[in-house]
């Protein structure tokens, strides 16, 4: 008698295995930070009281976007081997858990121009994504699906390989079809005191974790604050390290002061 069970392998996970056997090769830095998010989670709060449709994904997404206007090099694709380029919007590439087939799997919502869009459009964006039917022939929602990428899924696995590196060593490709920026969160699927390392091949990407309860020291006093957990991976190909640390340390600050949510207060 058989001890185990067969389940048919879902397409969508397909790209999955892409992304990260050619991420590996990515020249990627990456930065475990914690952001002090009390204060910004209690104005989200009062502005959902009042009426306004803001999530903490969409306020994240607005302050990350912001805080790129001046440090647009960290979102930025190499191209060749002594040119760079900068987009000037930031397209956002984020996950968006569908069901399909019976299962949930995740799925890619590109938010286009979202630096020119407010916190609530963000958040209606997503939230449409999710209510969205989905089939199976769906590669990234509110995108037509073409041939080509429909017959990507029967593509041996060194041919579709081959097909991520050729987009990615044509910037404006990869930048139409998939963004500048890739945001990923795992916290919404429940607490975990940690960081978890993500494999990416945009040249700027987070990976949102958990929001916990720490004992943090304020004005020389012990309180207990909500620590956003976040993973940032960056492409050290196209930024430096002292650039790539100012861009850092202005999120974290843009993410502790509530950036963004005093405009609407």
Not at 136 to 146: A, D, E, F, G
Not at 219 to 228: F, G, S, T, V
Request: proline share 3%; charged share 25%.
């Amino acid at each position: 008698m058989n001890n185990y069970s067969i389940h048919e392998f879902p397409k969508s996970r397909i790209a999955t295995i892409d992304v990260g056997a050619v991420g590996k090769q990515k020249h990627h830095m990456c930065a475990l930070l914690e952001c002090d998010v009390t204060e910004s989670r209690l104005k989200i709060k009062a502005l959902k009281s009042r009426g306004n449709v803001i999530s903490f994904t969409g306020w994240l997404l607005k302050t990350i976007c912001s805080t790129l206007k001046d440090h647009s090099q960290a979102a930025a694709f190499l191209s060749g081997r002594k040119r760079i380029i900068i987009f000037n919007d930031v397209n956002v590439s984020i996950l968006v858990e569908k069901s399909l087939e019976g299962s949930r799997v995740p799925i890619p919502l590109v938010i286009e121009q979202a630096d020119k869009k407010s916190m609530q459009e963000i958040t209606k964006e997503i939230e449409s994504a999710k209510d969205e039917e989905l089939n199976s022939r769906s590669i990234v929602l509110k995108k037509k699906t073409s041939l080509s990428e429909s017959l990507y899924y029967y593509l041996p696995g060194f041919i579709r390989r081959y097909v991520w590196r050729f987009m990615l060593r044509h910037p404006r490709i990869v930048y139409k079809k998939m963004g500048n920026v890739a945001f990923t969160s795992v916290g919404m699927f429940g607490q975990v005191r940690g960081w978890f390392i993500h494999t990416s091949v945009h040249p700027l990407s987070f990976g949102v974790g958990s929001v916990v309860k720490k004992p943090e020291v304020i004005n020389n006093e012990i309180k207990i604050r909500e620590m956003l957990q976040l993973t940032v991976l960056i492409d050290h190909d196209v930024i430096d390290g002292a650039p790539m640390f100012r861009f850092i340390g202005e999120l974290v600050k843009s993410i502790e002061n509530g950036r963004e949510l005093q405009m609407d207060s």
